[in-house]
């Protein structure tokens, strides 16, 4: 779901300007504290001889976010003399799908979808990636572990392999609020779950209401519900039970995950905690929930939701530390230190799906700090390497969100798009509805694993 989301809202990214060919957003060597151009005149020297190749490239990015990659794709260009051709379509994953099985795939796949990686991976469509990849993730990205795990996918014998490399993140685990709203009231912004919690009974106390929180999204109405209880989920559990519920080894009624989904109601089904009451979380629509915190006086002050939700706050509204709005992380339970600071978000992966020496080269590319600071100059993306200038970043807001993927211990993509299309953008999304309608925590996880069961008859 999230990555239908981010195409949706994909054309209100910033720009910093166009480029093709020489034309560069940045001239090397301009700006020597935003960017590594050291990586760049070094993967120029050593692929040298790659002048005359032909590199074609599928993803999902249209509009301006085409515009920022192609930006990015031109430094490949300059340094290596390859001639880049970069393609998208509205259905863009079916014309992956469509073209791989027709034998006319491009040189690299770009997909959000993990589980649709995968598909392509067993048929043997993806060509594994080389063993020095591995190293590099687990030693150049923040919790490098958990995005070797991401990029690892079974091949058509069923031996895992590293397929993938993860380029362009995003941010899921954040809580917005007004920093004068919390000034004004004497709040400080809360660093321990517990403390999250204390701070919601402190805010009914003062006369106030804490949260607002919708689930409305048309025919996905429910899913801003998947991502509370995913959060909660990496908060309360080791990453592996995370992981076995995604793939159905730990079940959907498993006392953890349903103590999760009882703790998002512990925040969504009290009518103190909830702008308009209990009965309005369901019915409002998501992109309408946060304006509650921008309304004198305020009908809620936390708002919990991913890294694009500011393209739905009223106009003109300031992000940052004293601005109109700001954000923190979603904070780890003190009582659980060794769970450490767990992020869930989503993100694209780049493959190989007709290998050629200019897509090696390419994906070497990525690994270099100027693939990514190019980038993050210009706005719209997040990365947690550890390599790359923070100060390379367009603004102090995605510089804060930077720093939450470099601070986090543990990364895990949205749940919901990891599982069967029926259950996580099915019965999952339509399960929390009916858990904020009165429904029970095990009575909604039962029904969820029955459909599951279902699937495999």
């Not at 609020?177 to 709040?187: E, L, Q, W």
């Amino acid at each position: 779901m999230f990555s239908k989301l981010l195409s949706a809202v994909a054309g209100l990214a910033l720009m910093a300007g166009a480029a093709s060919g020489a034309d560069l957003v940045f001239k090397p060597g301009a700006q020597p504290d935003r960017f590594h151009w050291d990586s760049y005149t070094q993967f120029a020297k050593d692929h040298a001889n790659l002048k005359g190749q032909t590199l074609t490239i599928f993803g999902p990015w249209r509009g301006q976010d085409q515009t920022l990659f192609e930006n990015v794709l031109a430094y490949f260009e300059q340094a290596t003399g390859v001639t880049v051709k970069y393609s998208s379509s509205e259905n863009y994953e079916q014309q992956m799908v469509i073209d791989t099985q027709a034998g006319s795939p491009p040189n690299i796949g770009v997909l959000p979808q993990p589980g649709l990686i995968q598909d392509l991976a067993s048929k043997g469509f993806i060509k594994p990636l080389p063993d020095t990849t591995k190293d590099w993730l687990l030693k150049n990205y923040a919790a490098g572990p958990s995005w070797v795990t991401l990029s690892t996918y079974k091949d058509k014998d069923g031996k895992d392999k590293l397929m993938a490399f993860p380029f362009k993140i995003d941010l899921k685990s954040l809580v917005w609020y007004s920093p004068g709203n919390f000034k004004d009231a004497g709040y400080t912004v809360p660093k321990t779950f517990e403390d999250l919690q204390a701070l919601t009974k402190k805010i009914v106390a003062d006369g106030g209401t804490p949260w607002c929180i919708g689930l409305g999204s048309g025919g996905a109405t429910g899913w801003p519900a998947t991502d509370w209880v995913e959060d909660i989920l990496l908060r309360q559990q080791p990453a592996s039970v995370y992981d076995g519920w995604v793939n159905n080894t730990v079940k959907f009624n498993d006392p953890r995950i349903v103590e999760a989904i009882k703790t998002f109601g512990w925040f969504a089904k009290n009518d103190k905690y909830v702008a308009g009451g209990t009965k309005a979380v369901a019915t409002t629509d998501f992109r309408d929930s946060p304006k509650g915190l921008f309304t004198s006086p305020p009908k809620c002050y936390m708002h919990k939701q991913a890294s694009f939700i500011p393209t739905f706050f009223p106009k003109g509204t300031q992000l940052g530390p004293n601005k109109d709005a700001d954000f923190f992380y979603f904070p780890p339970y003190a009582s659980k230190p060794d769970l450490g600071r767990p992020v869930e978000g989503a993100g694209t992966l780049f493959f190989i799906t007709k290998d050629n020496p200019a897509a090696d080269a390419f994906m070497e590319f990525l690994k270099t700090p100027i693939a990514s600071e190019v980038w993050m100059a210009q706005s719209g993306f997040l990365t947690p390497y550890k390599g790359v200038h923070l100060s390379a970043y367009a603004n102090d807001v995605m510089r804060k969100e930077g720093e939450i993927l470099l601070n986090g211990t543990t990364f895990r993509f949205d749940g919901s798009d990891l599982m069967p299309g029926k259950i996580g953008a099915g019965v999952f999304w339509t399960g929390m509805v009916d858990y904020v309608g009165g429904k029970s925590a095990q009575d909604v996880a039962d029904n969820i694993q029955k459909t599951w069961d279902s699937l495999k008859k």
